[in-house]
């Protein structure tokens, strides 16, 4: 079974080029019959084969890597927010915000919710990314390498839309346990002491109750921030780089893996912040449904601490996307560069022209 997902994962039209290659005692790989190229099992310089298990392996680890870091690390700034979400008319703002926190919980009331965002964000960043660069594979393979060239925006979005399916299931226990440490006054403190309480009054539900707001606030973000990433590498190559990919730097490479992410950031706080407002309510108030909330809340209370959420998000995509990048390199994993038109499909366009 495995060998046969590893030959389909060969023929990915994301795969990038790959040279043949001779082992000592071992016959010269063959052609593959849909391309015009050699599959070699692992390219030089390369650790693991582009679709292996172990290749999916690290890119799962370079994602828990990825959300558990960065997510971790801006915990002040969405403690914060999620207040501003919940209580705007005493948290008025970013900078209100921390006054207050700081003023009643002290420094330390900063870090409010940190194990439940690592534990819960490393395992979203396995699925997300692990299952992503799946998918993609996978999604090319069905609709064929010309298809997913030309389609290619569609089949970034599909991929990504069902990674974080999987993901937000991982992640809606924690999530619900740091909204309410973070957000209900007097509620535990710590994830050992808070998880309990929530079993206790509402069952194994009380930790996905909040699974359905997180499908609508994460996917469309995800979507977006994977779509717009790999387009805008794409254009930054193209258009603002002056030179291939292949002849820049690691470390030139890198930057333009931030700036992407960066701007795929911008975009995805934008779109998913009425549903991350919905969500953080949802969790504080009790008994309550996500229409309860959005009706509760109005047009203009979906909409309070996004500015807070774009310097958040902007900032966490473009660290997640160069974690995520600097990992594929410290392990040497292929890297394809952005996707070129087939030849089949030039030929065609070619005599179309004649």
Not at 57 to 75: D, K, P
Not at 128 to 150: D, P, S
Request: proline residues 6%.
């Amino acid at each position: 079974m495995f060998s046969g997902f590893w030959e389909a994962s060969r023929k990915s039209p994301f795969a990038g080029p790959t040279v043949a290659a001779k082992c000592e005692g071992s016959q010269q790989t063959q052609l593959i019959p849909t391309r015009n190229i050699s599959a070699a099992a692992i390219n030089p310089g390369e650790s693991c084969e582009y679709g292996s298990m172990v290749y999916y392996g690290y890119c799962a680890f370079g994602g828990l890597l990825s959300c558990g870091i960065t997510h971790t690390g801006i915990v002040p700034l969405d403690l914060v927010k999620c207040r501003i979400q919940v209580n705007p008319e005493k948290y008025k703002g970013i900078f209100n915000g921390f006054k207050i926190t700081i003023k009643e919980d002290g420094i330390r009331g900063l870090g409010k919710g940190w194990a439940p965002t690592f534990f819960g964000y490393s395992m979203q960043g396995i699925c997300k990314y692990g299952l992503y660069e799946v998918f993609k594979v996978v999604y090319g393979n069905l609709i064929g390498e010309e298809n997913a060239y030309v389609y290619r925006t569609g089949l970034y979005l599909a991929a990504s839309a069902s990674a974080e399916f999987f993901a937000d299931i991982a992640l809606s226990p924690m999530e619900a346990v740091k909204v309410r440490i973070q957000t209900q006054p007097g509620f535990a403190h710590t994830l050992r002491t808070a998880a309990p309480i929530i079993y206790g009054q509402e069952g194994l539900w009380g930790f996905y109750k909040g699974v359905v707001p997180l499908w609508v606030r994460q996917i469309p973000y995800t979507m977006v921030k994977f779509a717009c990433f790999e387009r805008t590498v794409e254009l930054l190559y193209k258009h603002v780089v002056p030179k291939p990919r292949d002849e820049c730097t690691k470390g030139e490479q890198l930057v333009v893996t931030f700036a992407a992410g960066y701007i795929a950031g911008v975009f995805c706080a934008i779109v998913s912040h009425p549903a991350d407002t919905i969500v953080s309510k949802l969790n504080q108030d009790k008994g309550s449904t996500a229409i309860d909330v959005a009706k509760k809340l109005g047009f203009a209370g979906l909409w309070k601490g996004l500015f807070a959420r774009i310097i958040m998000i902007g900032t966490l995509t473009a660290a997640q996307w160069l974690i995520y990048d600097a990992v594929k390199v410290a392990f040497r994993l292929p890297r394809p560069p952005p996707p070129e038109m087939p030849e089949s499909l030039k030929k065609k366009l070619a005599a179309q022209q004649v």
